[in-house]
């Protein structure tokens, strides 16, 4: 019995230091050397070197000149250490009233224009980085007009920054947010008021 009982500690101490320590410690290791921007959290910096974001994970725009990312409930908003949903019921009274709230924003003008549903309703992570093409060019008009250039000017901007499907058939084509933003701020700045 002391024998059978050695050996299973003898193995899970072996097995905890292998799958516990070694192998996570050469798989990171390995995605360093092959893989390193992704490794690093694919991060964004400017020209200047100064760190914007991820591209994996969102950030809240409000002004009227940048594309708006999907609402977040994670915590404070897009707050990774809070990840997760509202974890509200489709018919809650809650729910209802945050999507109401939403699209009265992005619509104040009461007019009949769907809004696409992710701009009106957080993902399951809160995190999501990218808006459907849809829900891009609903917001073309406002900041074509905030940033004083063509509806086809940014359409053709929004096209271009428009990721297709994984090997034409995994995911939905999307929209990174961070990144058009960025990119709208290179092309035509916001004029500081």
Do not use: C
Not at 27 to 50: C, D, K, M, Y
Not at 54 to 59: F, K, N, T, V, W
Not at 99 to 121: F, R, S, W, Y
Not at 165 to 171: N, V
């Amino acid at each position: 019995m002391k024998k059978m009982m050695m050996t299973a500690i003898l193995y899970t101490l072996i097995t905890a230091v292998l799958l516990g320590v070694v192998y996570p410690l050469a798989v990171t290791g390995l995605a360093h050397v092959f893989f390193p921007r992704q490794a690093e959290g694919s991060l964004i910096h400017r020209a200047n070197g100064t760190l914007v974001g991820s591209r994996l994970i969102g950030q809240a725009f409000s002004g009227p000149g940048y594309f708006w990312s999907r609402p977040s409930a994670a915590g404070a908003g897009y707050d990774a250490g809070n990840s997760g949903g509202s974890n509200y019921a489709p018919t809650s009274a809650a729910l209802a009233a945050r999507v109401t709230a939403t699209v009265q924003t992005l619509n104040p003008k009461g007019t009949n224009a769907a809004v696409p549903i992710d701009l009106a309703t957080a993902s399951a992570s809160g995190l999501d980085p990218d808006i459907s093409p849809a829900a891009a060019y609903y917001q073309l008009a406002r900041v074509a007009t905030e940033r004083h250039m063509s509806e086809d000017a940014v359409r053709s901007l929004v096209t271009a920054h428009i990721t297709p499907r994984q090997f034409g058939l995994l995911g939905e084509p999307r929209v990174n947010v961070l990144e058009l933003n960025l990119y709208l701020d290179k092309m035509a700045p916001i004029a500081s008021k």
